[in-house]
C-alpha cells in the first residue's frame, strides 16, 4: 500500500526497506515545498497587510502551523476566513470608490465656482497684453516713420557713394567754403 503511494511507480520486487527508504524521501521533499509555499505565503500576506491591511482575527489564523495530516476544519476555517476578509476589502474599495466620487465631485463644483473669476482674470491679463502690443507697435511706427524721414532728407546731404579708389578731400579757397574731393 505504501509503495502505491508513492509518485514514482517503483519496481514489484522492491524491498520492504527501499520501500521505507522512498517513502521518508518523499515525506522529507514534501515537508521542503510545504516550508517553501508557508514561506511564499507569508511573503504574500505581508504584501497584502502593506496595502490593505488585516483583522486581528486572521492574523491569528495565520500564525498557527497545522503540520501534516491537520484535521480539514482548519483548511474550512481558513477558507471561511479568507471569503470574510475578501468581503471586507470588497465593502472598503466600494465606500472608498464613493469618497473618490463625492470629492471628485466637489471638485467640478469648486472649479464652476471658481471658472468666472478665472476668466476675469485671464481676460484682464490678455486686455493688458493687447494694450502693450499696441503701445509696442505705435512706438515702433514712429521709430519707422522718424526713419524714413531721415533717409528721406540724407540723399541731399549726403556725401557721394564710396568708390574703391583712394579719396583725398582737398579744402577750396576759403571765400567760398567749397570742398573739392579729388579722387585719384
Avoid at 28 to 43: A, D, M, P
Wanted: hydrophobic share 35%; glycine share 2%; aromatic share 4%.
Amino acid at each position: 500500500t505504501l509503495k502505491s503511494l508513492l509518485p514514482q511507480r517503483a519496481p514489484l520486487a522492491l524491498l520492504q526497506a527501499a520501500i521505507l527508504q522512498q517513502t521518508a524521501e518523499y515525506i522529507f521533499s514534501l515537508e521542503q515545498e510545504k516550508t517553501r509555499l508557508l514561506q511564499q505565503n507569508t511573503q504574500l500576506k505581508r504584501f497584502i497587510q502593506e496595502f490593505s491591511g488585516s483583522s486581528p482575527k486572521r492574523r491569528r489564523a495565520e500564525d498557527k502551523d497545522e503540520g501534516i495530516g491537520s484535521p480539514d476544519i482548519w483548511e474550512d476555517e481558513k477558507a471561511e476566513d479568507l471569503r470574510r476578509e475578501m468581503i471586507e476589502l470588497r465593502q472598503q474599495l466600494d465606500k472608498e470608490r464613493s469618497v473618490r466620487m463625492m470629492l471628485e465631485e466637489q471638485v467640478r463644483s469648486l472649479e464652476a465656482h471658481m471658472y468666472p473669476e478665472k476668466l476675469k482674470v485671464i481676460a484682464q491679463q490678455v486686455q493688458l497684453q493687447q494694450q502693450q502690443e499696441q503701445v509696442r507697435l505705435l512706438h515702433q511706427e514712429k521709430l519707422e516713420r522718424e526713419q524714413q524721414i531721415r533717409t528721406q532728407l540724407l540723399p541731399s546731404h549726403a556725401p557721394p557713394a564710396p568708390t574703391h579708389h583712394p579719396t583725398v578731400i582737398v579744402p577750396a579757397p576759403p571765400p567760398s567754403h567749397h570742398v573739392t574731393v579729388v579722387t585719384m
